[in-house]
């Protein structure tokens, strides 16, 4: 019986630690209203569903100090990613600027590609995993697709059908299609160095992309997998653990 609870002591301890970036926003709850740093339970939900330990990184440019510890980064979803860090000027849409999480996440991106550490990006973070590659943003989906069925009302997720490139890594997740979460306003344009599209919707829109450097595990799907899909977080687990493996 010692033997069994140690071993199962030990392989909880090597369970990979996912860092999953966070909001700063200010917010109310019980007595108090102040700066806070917030994150949907869902992500960290998924995280331990899919075998890993979450680990909150807050937007502060010291997270990336962190990334030399984790085993792998979640890129959460959030507001919009300041035009200024693609050369753009700010659609009368696009949201307020957020510079520090944008600083801050962009830190712990680069850090994690520098070491290998898989990456899956979502949303807001894979627009994010584009622009710090050199691409750039569709500003406001609606002006180049001519619905809003992406983002149908604030609070709402629209209901999307990607086709997936069955001969890459997404593709050997969730094959050939998927039905997916979507809110999202913004979208990828012009690709970042080292990306290659993988899932588009119907109307053309990109809504997956990998890296395709050899050796490097790293995703970003433009709808919201922890809403109600865990295959992509357990995919992300499986891979940090094949590279503590390796290590």
């Not at 712990?108 to 898989?118: D, H, K, M, S, Y």
């Amino acid at each position: 019986m010692a033997s069994n609870a140690s071993d199962s002591t030990g392989s909880e301890r090597n369970r990979p630690l996912v860092g999953v970036t966070a909001y700063g926003e200010r917010t109310r709850y019980g007595v108090w209203e102040h700066e806070a740093v917030l994150l949907p339970t869902t992500y960290p939900d998924m995280v331990i569903d899919g075998g890993g330990v979450p680990v909150l990184l807050p937007p502060r440019l010291e997270s990336a100090d962190a990334v030399d510890r984790l085993d792998a980064v979640v890129l959460a979803g959030g507001p919009d990613v300041e035009p200024a860090r693609y050369g753009a000027e700010p659609h009368p849409l696009t949201g307020a600027p957020r510079q520090l999480r944008d600083a801050a996440e962009t830190a712990v991106l680069q850090r994690a590609l520098e070491l290998g550490i898989p990456v899956l990006a979502v949303c807001r973070g894979a627009q994010l995993l584009n622009v710090a590659l050199g691409g750039t943003l569709v500003q406001h989906v609606p002006d180049v697709v001519g619905h809003t069925g992406h983002n149908p009302e604030p609070g709402v997720f629209g209901t999307t059908k990607v086709t997936l490139d069955t001969a890459t890594t997404i593709g050997d997740v969730l094959g050939a299609s998927v039905v997916a979460q979507c809110h999202h306003h913004q979208s990828i344009d012009r690709l970042g160095d080292g990306l290659a599209v993988t899932g588009w919707a119907d109307d053309g829109t990109f809504e997956a992309v990998q890296l395709t450097a050899a050796g490097q595990w790293a995703l970003g799907v433009q709808w919201h997998p922890e809403q109600d899909d865990p295959r992509l977080f357990t995919a992300l687990v499986t891979a940090a653990r094949e590279r503590q493996e390796k290590a």
